[in-house]
């Protein structure tokens, strides 16, 4: 005993003596930037500056997912940070770090409360994002209605504006995507409808939609015609068919690539509930299992520098979740998109409807049944109330067998997302 005893001593005296192991590099699971080139670039490019190193590993959501619950059932694990869009992240609050000592100055308030998770702590702070704007031909700026503030509109101000250049060239020149492949489904669920209701579920048939569809009726009137043909608005705007446009960023970008000096973008149109739009959001959070809090919080805070946000927005095409001043060596688009982004996101009156959530291989019907009261309202022009209410049959069955509860900006639900 007294041999063991005086053995263990010396080994003691010694462990000062042996070098202390390097930190682990730090583990970066994502169900983002999964594609080789990607995954390459966000190691190469954007965590190369992050001291002790990043394993970044870019899965398929099954695998991400199998991995996490693995580590929250174990109680300890290797995964210093997470990222994902906000529907991953939805169903992990109990495993997830509050971050609310994360320095989150320049991201929007509207934008952080998506982070909460239906809480009152900050399970997972922005990242980076994508979504869709408005765009215009320099030549429709001196139609705008006076006193209207470009990045500050309202949804009576853009339709006055598509009259005014309407009645200046003769030819409704508003665009909007309504060909086969166009995201005109998107603009209902994530701008219209929420700007209006405040929900795009919930209130589907409301008063409030009612409005909301007359509105659109309105614009439609100075919207041309070709516009049902139209699946991206970067050609119609580079023709010149279109001066005032909606769509997605990536669907726009050619045109100001091409000719930078012509075109202007802008932030999507407020209404009563707020200036709602469509975020493409991805979060960063920290599992309670992290092996190293303090190496996860580092990462999390580098991740969100204007440097690292840039990188990101080279590694992956999606944008910063903040305002950034970007290179002169950006693309054209790139240089107009980001600050327009920034604006909308960062508004005071910001409403953000997410994609939808939940629906499992329902979602194509989901949004169908917006494309059919696009197309009963405004090219058939049936009433209203009449279309509104049968299309609230079809939503409430299908979100019923879905089991689908609401997704913001709808209030959260106990079950599938009730159609009032």
């Known amino acids: 005993m007294k041999r063991f005893l005086k053995l263990t001593a010396l080994m003691a005296a010694a462990l000062p003596l042996i070098p ?30 992050f001291a002790g190193g990043v394993d970044y590993q870019g899965m398929d959501n099954g695998p991400w997912l199998t991995r996490i619950q693995a580590e ?8 210093a940070v997470l990222g994902g869009l906000h529907g991953d992240l939805t169903g992990l609050e109990d495993g997830l770090m509050d971050l609310s000592a994360v320095d989150t100055n320049g991201i929007g308030d509207a934008m952080l409360a998506l982070g909460s998770l239906g809480t009152d702590q900050q399970l997972y702070v922005p990242w980076m994002q994508a979504t869709y704007l408005m765009a215009a031909n320099r030549q429709a700026l001196e139609h705008l209605p006076a ?18 250049v309407h009645e200046a060239t003769g030819e409704p020149r508003f665009g909007f995507p309504a060909g086969p492949q166009g995201l005109r489904h998107r603009f209902f669920q994530g701008f219209l409808l929420p700007a209006y209701t ?17 509105v659109f009726a309105e614009l439609w009137s100075h919207t041309t015609p070709a516009s049902t043909n139209y699946s991206f ?27 930078p000096d012509d075109f202007v973008a802008f932030p999507a149109p407020a209404g009563p509930k707020g200036r709602a739009y469509m975020p493409v959001l991805a979060g960063l959070a920290v599992l309670k299992t992290a ?7 580092a990462l999390v805070d580098y991740m969100l520098r204007p440097e690292t946000q840039i990188a990101t927005l080279r590694a992956t095409n999606f944008f910063p979740v903040k305002a950034v001043d970007m290179p002169d060596d950006m693309p054209a688009s790139v240089q107009a998109f980001a600050p327009a982004i920034a604006t909308m996101t960062g508004a005071s009156d910001a409403l953000p409807a997410l994609l939808p959530m939940g629906l499992g291989d329902k979602g194509g019907q989901f949004s169908q049944i917006y494309t059919d009261t696009f197309e009963q309202i405004i090219l058939a022009g049936r009433p209203v109330q009449d279309v509104l ?21 709808d209030a959260a639900s106990d079950g599938p997302c009730p159609v009032n």
């Not at 699971?29 to 080139?37: D, F, L, M």
């Not at 608005?233 to 446009?245: F, K, N, R, S």
Request: net charge negative.
């Open 198 to 214: 405040g929900s795009t579920v919930t209130e589907f048939r409301s008063a409030e939609a009612v409005e909301a569809w007359g």
């Open 147 to 164: 006193g209207a503030d470009l990045n500050a509109l309202t949804y009576d101000q853009l339709i006055a504006w598509a009259a005014a």
């Open 20 to 49: 202390a192991a390097a930190q682990a590099e730090a583990l970066f699971w994502s169900t983002q930037a999964k594609p080789v080139e990607e995954s390459q670039a966000m190691r190469e490019q954007v965590m190369a500056g």
């Open 389 to 409: 209410d049968t299309q609230a049959e079809a939503l409430r069955a299908l979100m019923v067998e879905a089991g689908a509860p609401c997704w913001a900006p």
């Open 72 to 79: 929250l059932q174990a109680g300890s694990g290797s995964i």
């Open 291 to 297: 092996p190293d809090a303090a190496q996860s919080m």
């Open 233 to 259: 608005m970067q050609e119609p705007l580079l023709t010149g068919d279109v001066w005032i446009a909606f769509d997605h960023v990536a669907r726009l970008a050619d045109a100001f690539n091409q000719r």
